[in-house]
């Protein structure tokens, strides 16, 4: 017989950190890629040089197929969660779907916008397709046939702390740091803007789901940040892939770019060890974290 949290003597935990984080995206994630005003992003990439517009439209082909990738593979952790009868998490996690599909429908405008309509995958390195077509769809994919804890911390860590909280927040850095001292593209910037508050929901997220699990089983904070750790050497690859030289064709310093990486790193390291001597309720009752 099915137990229904919803209708059971407990009900839905309305004060857990998971159902915040769904009520923040009931608040937050409406926002609608159509309502941006573009108009005047397709003069100012005009006014970009070639090896400027080259620099850009790589970024954006990264975060466009990413977006794509992540809306494919975010169903397995849905899934997952669901089966081990976590509903508040569930719930929120079913807002993931529609953010990161809504961020694909983004940068589809932001192409249409500036007359970009050619193939973009010629872009992509190997060291991005290493992630995106390989090992993030192998982790998550794994979660249709393995609940186990460090299945699903896996998952966590690539999709969440990984590509989310180190890539994707590098890759923010570097659209302000492209495009803000030099004011330009507006509408691309509001975008991120709100694809970054959207995806600090999300890391937030990966790491109460990571805290929990570390709460529950006393070996997953180790094998956690060995993991995490383990992947720095393809965030630099994805970083290197890309470069021309020591300072990209905005101005902006490769080694800044990194660093930023690093910094990212060790902020998620910091949090995640929050859990260690925490109880699980503890866990349920902490704030929402990267806001």
Known sequence: ???????????????????????????????????????????????????????????????????????????????????????????????????????????????????????????????????????????MGRLMVDQSPKAIADAAVVYNMFAEGILAESGYWTFY??????????????????????????IGFGTFLLQRLMSEYSDILDYVLNKLQGLMPLALEISNSTRTGDVNPFGVAVADNQAFMHKQLNARIEVLKRAKGKTLEDIYKMDVVFE
């Open 1 to 139: 017989m099915r137990h229904y949290v919803s209708t059971s003597e407990e009900g839905i935990n309305r004060e857990s950190l998971p159902f915040k984080l769904y009520e923040k995206a009931k608040k937050f994630g409406t926002w609608d890629p159509r309502n941006i005003d573009f108009s005047k992003d397709k003069a100012d990439w005009e006014s970009l040089t070639k090896e400027q517009q080259t620099s850009l439209l790589t970024l954006i082909s990264f975060f466009y197929s990413a977006e794509e990738a992540v809306t494919n593979d975010i169903l397995p952790m849905i899934y997952a969660i669901s089966k081990t009868g976590h509903f508040e998490e569930e719930m929120y996690l079913t807002t993931f779907l529609f953010e990161e599909a809504k961020h694909a429908d983004f940068f589809s405008l932001v192409l249409q916008t500036i007359g970009v309509r050619r193939e973009l995958n010629s872009l992509h390195t190997p060291a991005y397709r290493k992630l995106f077509d390989e090992l993030l769809p192998e982790t």
């Open 177 to 202: 740091e492209n495009l803000k001292n030099i004011n330009k593209m507006p509408g691309l910037l509001e975008g991120i803007t709100n694809i970054k508050r959207d995806e600090s929901r999300h």
